[in-house]
């Protein structure tokens, strides 16, 4: 079974802290994701790489960046957390193209104070 | 603009009865939808996937059709059992180099006793 993990799932910051949320897949999958969930928007993409040390913007990446060092982690920064950000945030992989399954992870329920 | 919309928003079911939710999305070009179940406070999990030329899909009791002539598609959940409470999601995938995936805003089910 693929296995989707992430670092914390509940996490309380206070504005202007760093944050970093971290994600792991154990199927040697190219690409991962970085998405946030509120409630009435769905899931929006920040993120994603489809390679060690590539990334791509998704719909709303402005107070974000990422970072891959290895195939299987992919964590999300939050450079100076604000109370905007507060959100459930979700880490994904897929094997390849947008054919293949996508996993999610547990997810993150980030709160900024 | 590409959009997925789901109907009805929520829904309160009798444990043991039917139900059916539905998506329509405006996506070009199509290249395959996704039903996805997320427990609260969990990630979403996969349940199907359907391509373009797949019309039904079935997964024990979940059974998902598609008619890409009307852009429609329909989550039909049979003998509801108190688990199935969750938010469905339907997601479309964009075809082509994009690889993107458009996320309706899911449709949340509770199955009472």
């Known amino acids: 079974d693929v296995k989707v993990t992430q670092s914390s799932r509940y996490l309380v910051k206070r504005t202007g802290e760093k944050v970093f949320l971290e994600c792991v897949q154990d199927m040697d999958h190219e690409n991962m994701f970085w998405y946030r969930q509120d409630p009435g928007l769905g899931l929006r993409l920040i993120y994603f790489?489809?390679?060690?040390?590539?990334?791509e913007k998704g719909d709303i990446p402005e107070g974000y960046s990422v970072s891959r060092e290895k195939k299987e982690r992919f964590s999300l920064i939050l450079e100076s957390a604000s109370t905007n950000q507060t959100s459930m945030y979700l880490c994904?992989?897929?094997?390849?193209?947008?054919?293949?399954?996508?996993?999610f992870g547990p997810g993150t329920r980030l709160t900024v104070t | 603009k590409n959009q997925v919309e789901q109907s009805p928003q929520s829904l309160i079911i009798l444990e043991g009865k039917n139900c059916t939710l539905q998506c329509n999305y405006t996506v070009s070009p199509f290249s395959n939808l996704r039903w996805y179940k997320q427990d609260t406070g969990r990630g979403p999990v996969s349940l199907t996937i359907m391509t373009f030329s797949e019309n039904t899909k079935s997964n024990g009791r979940y059974t998902a059709t598609l008619d890409a002539d009307t852009k429609q598609s329909s989550l039909h959940i049979t003998a509801s059992q108190l688990s199935d409470s969750a938010s469905y999601i339907c997601v479309v995938s964009v075809g082509g180099a994009t690889n993107k995936l458009i996320f309706g805003t899911g449709t949340l089910l509770a199955v009472q006793p």
């Open positions: 790489s489809y390679d060690v040390k590539m990334k």
């Open positions: 994904a992989s897929r094997p390849g193209t947008s054919v293949y399954e996508q996993y």
